[in-house]
């Protein structure tokens, strides 16, 4: 079965760093695009990353410079390291899969990582 | 960056029709033809409901369809169903490999 989890989220001080991961089965992460989309509590979808096959990667401009994705291919495993976190990092952190079906489509979609930064 | 607008809710009784839309810009909408929407049930993770602004995966009702006018997307549940109700996201390539979401509509079925 085709399947994300993610782990690694929590309450974290203003400034601090946590790195989520989400370790897939049934599929192999470095043959895919995969992304980390959050969600607020209550609020809508935000993208914030992607990485490629090649290994190129990609960030929102909320986030660039303090998050950095990345995988481990030994483990099957996409990461999200994030750094000098602030009170709107607060959200869901989903990874997903994109659709060998399309440029730019997910189409597998873990249950989500909460991280909360408050002090 | 700006997220594509969608109206905050839309509504319809079972059976009938119901159309969302997804404004967006010159920049993301009208020049990629890579629109997707997904369907998002609550507390649940996000479901894709429709790729490439037309196609649909495997498994998705051929009730939902997709379309693209200019700036603006669409997506019509037709013979709407109790379990359609549910928020919609839409969401564009909006070019250097970054893409952006819609606000997000709550579909209520009455």
């Known amino acids: 079965e085709v399947q994300l989890v993610e782990s690694g989220g929590g309450l974290i001080q203003p400034g601090g760093s946590l790195r989520l991961s989400c370790s897939a089965s049934?599929?192999?992460?470095?043959?895919?695009?995969m992304s980390w989309v959050r969600q607020a509590p209550g609020k809508g979808l935000e993208w914030v990353s992607v990485i490629y096959p090649a290994g190129d990667t990609y960030y929102a401009d909320a986030v660039k410079g303090r998050f950095t994705i990345s995988r481990d291919d030994s483990v099957n495993t996409l990461y999200l390291q994030m750094n000098t976190l602030r009170a709107e990092d607060t959200a869901l952190y989903y990874c997903?899969?994109?659709?060998?079906?399309?440029?730019?489509?997910?189409?597998?979609w873990g249950q989500g990582t909460m991280v909360t930064v408050s002090s | 960056q700006s997220a594509l607008t969608q109206p905050r809710s839309v509504s319809g009784s079972p059976g009938q029709s119901v159309t969302i839309s997804c404004t967006g810009s010159s920049s993301d909408v009208s020049y990629y033809n890579h629109v997707s929407w997904y369907q998002q049930h609550p507390g649940k993770a996000p479901k894709l409901m429709i790729y490439d602004v037309t196609k649909r995966p495997s498994g998705v009702p051929d009730r939902f369809s997709g379309s693209k006018s200019g700036n603006a997307a669409s997506l019509t549940i037709s013979g709407l169903q109790a379990e359609d109700e549910a928020d919609y996201y839409c969401?564009?390539?909006?070019?250097?490999?970054?893409?952006?979401f819609g606000t997000g509509t709550k579909v209520t079925v009455l």
């Open positions: 997903a899969k994109g659709c060998t079906c399309a440029f730019d489509a997910f189409d597998i």
């Open positions: 969401c564009s390539y909006a070019g250097s490999y970054t893409r952006v």
């Open positions: 049934g599929f192999t992460v470095s043959s895919n695009y």
